[in-house]
């Protein structure tokens, strides 16, 4: 989901309160509603994460000239004074729908902060699983889900309480593709690739935006043409030298298809 | 990866097997195609890739590729039969096992 989207949604809402908002250097503002406080601090982050980005890639670069082992710093992008002060909003704004996105943001840009990504989690499963707000924020679920194996039943969870019991269609909607792409994500036997599927299926009778209709179809995808049993998709493009050429032109051969790059 | 792969696609020359990438290095550019000519020479390449951006959405995208390198095994009929065996020797046994069954496939007379 792109920013805009979520910022077009959080101008719909009522601002709970105003909060005063300083640092950056910039004027503080007296009244900050959650979008521009949501706005600020992805905004703050992103600006921490490519001065550490320069730095860290001139580190490395430095270690590998001089043969040294890789230092800390490029493995510790600066998240977790945002995290807190994501903590901080959310908690500001506790029980109201305004605290979601920061939950949300949480989710989203946590790297080592697994027990602030598990206390997130709860909350929104606690506090906001029925939240108009909460469709937004779902797909930062899957990225946690995957990394960290604390939060990945709680991630559950709120997806199965949400899928199911949500009043919004489109909520419901985005709870059964996240679960399903990532059901199709960690799939191990036939029976879990079957459970994804269904969930991906559910969306298009469930979605009345049909931006989720199409992502699920996305994912449908890879079930229907890209599991082994499956006729390999043509691909029908230009060679690196801008010649245009058929995957099917080799039929009748054995064809290893590589995913490659030089980089 | 690369000095395998040539041993594959030497190894096999006369037999129904082909190696065909599918490269994410921006040869759509005209920088990106120089340094993609001089690494492919550097390398030894004889194979042809795709050119991943040739195509919107790219051809990674549509085929949902997560990590590089991601391999995909299409038999003589365009069947995917296995996906990621990464192993060297592995690949060998999956593939020689695929171009005996085309062998034998294209030995059988069509009625």
């Given amino acids: 989901m792109s920013r805009a989207v979520l910022a077009a949604s959080l101008l719909l809402w009522t601002p709970a309160f105003a909060i005063a908002q300083q640092g950056d250097g910039k004027p503080a503002a007296t009244q900050q509603d959650p979008e521009a406080a949501y706005q600020d601090l992805v905004k703050s982050l992103n600006k921490a994460i490519s001065d550490w980005r320069a730095e860290a890639q001139a580190a490395a670069k430095k270690a590998q000239e001089e043969g040294t082992p890789l230092p800390a710093i490029v493995s510790n992008p600066p998240t977790k004074e945002f995290i807190t002060r994501a903590q901080e909003l959310a908690a500001e704004r506790a029980g109201k729908d305004a605290a979601v996105p920061f939950l949300g943001f949480i989710c989203k840009y946590a790297n080592k902060e697994v027990n602030a990504v598990k206390k997130a989690v709860q909350t929104l499963a606690s506090d906001h699983a029925t939240s108009p707000a909460i469709g937004k924020v779902i797909p930062f679920l899957t990225a946690p889900a995957m990394r960290f194996g604390v939060v990945t039943k709680a991630v559950n969870g709120l997806l199965d309480e949400v899928a199911e019991n949500h009043p919004d269609a489109d909520c419901k909607a985005q709870a059964l593709l996240t679960r399903g792409t990532l059901r199709l994500q960690t799939a191990q036997t036939d029976e879990q690739r079957k459970a994804a599927e269904e969930d991906l299926r559910k969306v298009a009778t469930v979605a009345k935006d049909q931006d989720l209709t199409a992502q699920a179809k996305d994912q449908l995808f890879e079930i229907e043409h890209l599991q082994v049993g499956c006729t390999a998709p043509d691909i029908v493009a230009k060679d690196t030298d801008g010649v245009d050429f058929k995957l099917s032109d080799y039929r009748g051969k054995v064809v290893l298809l590589d995913f490659w790059g030089f980089w | ?111």
Wanted: zero cysteines; a negative charge; charged letters at 35%.
């Fill in chain 2, 1 to 111: 990866m690369i000095p395998h792969e040539r041993s594959l696609v030497e190894k096999w020359k006369d037999k129904p097997f082909a190696l065909i990438g599918v490269n994410s290095d921006g040869t759509n550019t005209e920088e990106g195609l120089a340094k993609f000519r001089e690494e492919a020479k550097k390398a030894q390449m004889t194979w042809r890739s795709f050119r991943d951006e040739s195509l919107d959405p790219k051809i990674s995208d549509t085929w949902h590729v997560q990590g590089w390198p991601t391999l995909y095994y299409i038999d003589h009929e365009g069947v995917i039969r296995h996906k990621d065996v990464r192993d060297e020797q592995e690949m060998e046994k999956v593939l020689g096992d695929m171009i005996a069954a085309a062998e034998k496939a294209a030995a059988t007379p069509k009625r």
